[in-house]
T-cell receptor, first 119, second 116 residues
Framework: DSGVTQTPKHLITATGQRVTLRCSPRSGDLSVYWYQQSLDQGLQFLIQYYNGEERAKGNILERFSAQQFPDLHSELNLSSLELGDSALYFC??????????????????FGEGSRLTVL | AQKVTQAQTEISVVEKEDVTLDCVYETRDTTYYLFWYKQPPSGELVFLIRRNSFDEQNEISGRYSWNFQKSTSSFNFTITASQVVDSAVYFCALSAGKAAGNKLTFGGGTRVLVKP
């Protein structure tokens, strides 16, 4: 058990719909990351938050958005869903964003993922 | 830009055989960190090891060992005396540079199947 909690574990919805994925980081971790794992794209970084503020952005679609709340939990919102959005969405957390010139020096602890199926 | 390549897509071995997973990375940064993660059939990603770019000392941790060579930009991972429970997808990952925003860049993964 990594200590990172993601809900829901499974979600089935239709094209055009909107869903929200939730993540609670490990106790004490200030940084939250979202990743998407699909068969054709592999593990792709979406976005990172640190203590409530956006820290880095990857190949996140404009239809997707995220935020980190004062209690440090994070939500990933996916709207106007398409078939291609079907994937496993991971949340990860780490203690600090980096101690060596901004580079992540520590491992990320991943949740069990939220499997999204768009029909 | 950072890139991680795992050329082996799938490896099948018989229990007790050793398994070596290849990883080649690309980065222009001099400070970077390399990781190996394991994804068992249950789906979660489990951290295994981390090395920084200033430490090329290779180590052994239980049945795991790694070979980090900056000269060839490789960070290979070996499982000694494999067991059925080692069956999983293994990912090599890189974190480098301030512009990376501390994200990890993952390779495509290598599926390891250990047969009894």
């Amino acid at each position: 058990d990594s200590g990172v909690t993601q809900t829901p574990k499974h979600l089935i919805t239709a094209t055009g719909q909107r869903v929200t994925l939730r993540c609670s980081p490990r106790s004490g971790d200030l940084s939250v990351y979202w990743y998407q794992q699909s068969l054709d794209q592999g593990l792709q970084f979406l976005i990172q938050y640190y203590n409530g503020e956006e820290r880095a952005k990857g190949n996140i679609l404009e239809r997707f958005s995220a935020q980190q709340f004062p209690d440090l939990h994070s939500e990933l919102n996916l709207s106007s869903l398409e078939l291609g959005d079907s994937a496993l969405y991971f949340c990860a957390s780490s203690v600090v964003p980096g101690l060596a010139g901004g580079v992540n020096t520590g491992e990320l602890f991943f949740g069990e993922g939220s499997r999204l199926t768009v029909l | 830009a950072q890139k991680v390549t795992q050329a082996q897509t799938e490896i099948s071995v018989v229990e007790k055989e050793d398994v070596t997973l290849d990883c080649v990375y690309e980065t222009r940064d001099t400070t970077y960190y390399l990781f190996w993660y394991k994804q068992p059939p249950s789906g979660e990603l489990v951290f295994l090891i981390r090395r920084n770019s200033f430490d090329e000392q290779n180590e052994i941790s239980g049945r795991y060992s790694w070979n980090f060579q900056k000269s060839t930009s490789s960070f290979n991972f070996t499982i000694t005396a494999s067991q059925v429970v080692d069956s999983a997808v293994y990912f090599c990952a890189l974190s480098a540079g301030k512009a990376a925003g501390n994200k990890l860049t993952f390779g495509g993964g290598t599926r390891v199947l250990v047969k009894p």
